[in-house]
């Protein structure tokens, strides 16, 4: 399979990736015979991918990521870069290849201290690889410092470093470093091309791939966990129950702690999963002996481990909590698709019921009301408010 396989409804960008990665393979062959590269070159040293959530923006820059690695041997005979086969490629869709470096937040911000060896790194050559690649998940989520410290890098990289940064929208990144990138605006997929890349991929049954899909319109890894996880689905449903108990107070304060305990229980869920690993990791690198004791001078960085999976583990609830409002947004504009007789699909038809019944029941504008709620709940979390206060703020204001 080649490495663009994993893009759903991206034809374009893919198309774009494709003839910049045949260029920049060009370029580092020719530098490697002495001759010169492309005349034209479409390859850039800076790209910002954009795109609502689950368009697949930073799939899409680890699948370019992969294509300027690639050393496969059908190249020379004029095939695309991206076999996705090949060591290169392999490693760096895995998250293993030594010039490939992915920077992600673990709490709110990307602190300064968490690009400082990024940056360094960028300013230097490939080890073995064709590209020294680095890759930021989370640009929007630079803070000042941080920000700046890249920007000194995009300015002046080394010949044969490329930056891939990816952001929900240009406006989320710095206007001076947006300005030295090539941008990609990715759109998000099509409900039938994500049902048929689960059915096509992850053996899904069409129902329910269809389902999964249309309830997290186009969102494909959201749709991918709600067609494979049980725990996602009774998530979703306790989500989705919400606009029926919120008649008084009490049902209120009850569902906004309900809501609040399910993020938290879920950050635990991804802790269990990883804290456990990497700490076990750490303690081997650093020479643990029998029993669990540490040797001397270690402590420092074993408190600094701890901090970095307390911080990831507030992100992680905050990323659940939007996730469940994500849903509760969906669910009202359902509603409000009823109560204005558009005919588009429900995205939650296993709850119509539910749905027609509240739009019986009031108004459109009492629905927009209601999403305007939602939606400020969102922006009060983005501004570190403490859960419990920003969700109870909202179930009072969708009564």
């Not at 640009?139 to 000194?152: C, I, Y």
């Not at 947006?178 to 099509?190: A, E, F, G, W």
């Not at 306790?238 to 029926?244: A, F, H, M």
Request: glycine letters at 8%; a neutral charge.
């Amino acid at each position: 399979m080649a490495v663009w396989d994993d893009l759903v409804g991206q034809a374009r960008v893919e198309e774009q990736l494709a003839a910049a990665a045949r260029d920049a393979d060009a370029l580092v062959t020719a530098q490697a015979e002495g001759g010169p590269g492309p005349e034209a070159s479409k390859m850039t040293h800076a790209w910002l991918f954009t795109g609502p959530p689950g368009a697949g923006r930073v799939d899409a820059a680890r699948a370019f990521a992969a294509a300027l690695q690639c050393v496969s041997p059908d190249r020379a005979l004029g095939g695309a870069p991206g076999c996705g086969f090949c060591t290169g490629c392999h490693t760096t869709l895995v998250g293993t290849h030594a010039d490939v470096t992915a920077i992600a937040a673990v709490g709110t911000q990307i602190l300064v201290e968490d690009m400082r060896d990024t940056v360094r790194k960028s300013f230097t050559s490939p080890a073995n690889g064709r590209w020294q690649v680095i890759l930021v998940t989370d640009a929007e989520r630079l803070n000042e410092k941080s920000a700046n410290a890249v920007l000194k890098a995009v300015e002046e990289p080394a010949p044969r470093t490329v930056w891939l940064l990816c952001a929900p929208s240009v406006e989320d990144v710095l206007p001076t470093i947006r300005s030295r990138c090539r941008h990609l605006s990715l759109r998000t997929p099509p409900v039938e091309a994500v049902a048929d890349v689960l059915i096509r991929r992850d053996g899904i049954e069409p129902e329910v791939a269809h389902a999964a899909a249309r309830a997290t319109q186009g969102h494909v890894d959201r749709a991918r966990r709600l067609a494979t996880d049980e725990r996602a689905r009774a998530r979703r449903a306790v989500v989705l129950k919400l606009p029926v108990r919120v008649a008084d107070i009490g049902g209120c304060f009850k569902a906004a702690q309900e809501l609040v305990d399910a993020a938290a229980e879920d950050a635990k869920q991804v802790a269990e999963e990883v804290d456990v690993k990497e700490t076990e990791e750490l303690k081997a690198a650093l020479g643990a002996v029998q029993g669990g004791r540490m040797p001397r001078g270690t402590a420092g960085m074993m408190k600094e481990l701890e901090d970095k999976q307390k911080r990831r583990g507030r992100r992680t609830q905050l990323d659940s909590l939007d996730l469940a409002l994500t849903d509760l947004t969906g669910f009202y504009r359902d509603v409000l698709a009823l109560q204005l007789g558009a005919r588009t699909p429900l995205a939650n038809e296993d709850v119509r019921d539910t749905i027609e019944r509240i739009a019986r029941d009031t108004t459109p504008e009492r629905t927009l009301r209601r999403v305007e709620a939602v939606l400020a709940c969102r922006t009060a979390l983005g501004r570190n408010v403490a859960p419990l206060l920003a969700v109870e703020a909202m179930t009072m204001a969708l009564r």
